[in-house]
């Protein structure tokens, strides 16, 4: 009997057993429901139990977006990501905090015979201290599926993949070209999740990607230097020092400069979720909106078949052995006047 989900045929595909690949999509999850908070901010904390203050903040926030989306776009993501693929191919989605499970996805790939899975992690920058967990829970899930599980290949950093360069370049002329009068000579925020610095200085690599990311996309969506900055977003409540400037850094500055409006682009988070519905759509435009300046962000990419064009293309450079990320840009491989550590330095950029 055909599987509607995988692709293989049982007869008569030309696929053998040893043809069969698996995709792992992964992501951090997000509560089930309001009651589900204290659980996941646990997990997240890695099993310290959050303060009860914590617990009624992010409650609020989760009801004030109507709980996160992020679950359900994931599997949309998956299920574009497959049909795109064609036959052959089972993607399957996994949460590292949340339901489905890292496991339950790799469990429902072995069941249905994949050989090899390419796990994607839906960050397009990476760093061994920040996404190391993702490598641990499918290694501890391989263990809990046993000996059937198949080898599973992590993709590392994409943030220079040419597909998703364009897909997000295309989500900034088009939101500008929406604005009043056509968004001309509006300022765009380029933003990633804060770090703490400590973590920062430990991770070099990972600024020099966000780096890579912001200067290709911004090329790409035919941005004068001086025309975007990057900033941070989404600091965590954790003590010391987090990466600078924020949102709440800019936004005067940019009144101050005669700006009228501003576009918000995320160049780290692929879907929408608490950090673009709550940090952005809510956070972000009353610093706007306080400082004098008209708010706009980019829709986010989630399904739009751009961006599934883009994880296409990751998986298969991931199973092929071949490297990610496509060839930087000669404005792109220049050292910019602009870069991560000066914008993290908390000097205005």
């Not at 967990?133 to 059937?148: D, F, L, N």
Request: aromatic letters at 6%; proline letters at 8%.
């Amino acid at each position: 009997m055909n599987d509607p989900r995988s692709g293989l045929r049982a007869h008569g595909s030309g696929l053998g057993v040893a043809d069969r690949r698996g995709v792992l999509l992964m992501t951090y999850g997000s509560p089930a429901d309001l009651d589900d908070v204290p659980r996941y901010l646990t997990e997240v904390r890695g099993g310290r139990a959050p303060e009860p203050d914590l617990v009624v903040e992010f409650t609020r926030r989760y009801r004030v977006i109507g709980g996160s989306p992020l679950v359900p776009i994931t599997r949309r993501q998956a299920a574009a990501l497959e049909a795109r693929l064609g036959p052959g191919f089972r993607v399957e989605a996994g949460m590292r905090f949340s339901e489905p499970s890292i496991e339950a996805a790799l469990r429902a790939l072995a069941g249905d015979g994949a050989a090899r899975v390419a796990g994607l992690i839906l960050s397009p920058q990476y760093s061994p201290l920040l996404m190391g967990g993702y490598a641990r829970a499918v290694e501890a899930a391989r263990e809990q599926v046993g000996p059937q599980a198949p080898p599973v290949v992590v993709a590392e950093a994409w943030g220079t993949e040419p597909a998703f360069v364009a897909a997000l370049a295309g989500r900034i002329r088009t939101a500008l070209a929406e604005m009043a009068g056509g968004g001309a000579d509006v300022p765009v925020l380029l933003t990633a999740h804060s770090l703490p610095r400590r973590v920062a200085e430990q991770e070099p690599g990972y600024l020099d990607q966000l780096e890579a990311t912001a200067t290709a996309v911004a090329e790409a969506a035919g941005l004068a230097r001086g025309r975007w900055r990057f900033c941070w977003q989404s600091a965590g409540h954790e003590p010391g020092e987090w990466m600078k400037p924020d949102f709440a850094d800019l936004m005067p500055l940019l009144r101050s400069e005669g700006n009228a409006a501003v576009l918000v682009a995320p160049v780290q988070f692929l879907a929408d979720h608490l950090e673009i519905l709550y940090d952005i759509d809510v956070g972000a435009r009353e610093q706007a909106e306080a400082a004098g300046l008209a708010f706009c962000r980019i829709r986010s990419l989630d399904d739009d078949p751009s961006f599934i064009e883009a994880l296409a293309s990751v998986v298969e450079r991931t199973l092929e052995g071949r490297p990610l990320g496509g060839e930087p840009s000669a404005t792109a491989s220049a050292t910019p006047a602009w870069s991560v550590r000066r914008a993290a330095s908390g000097r205005p950029v």
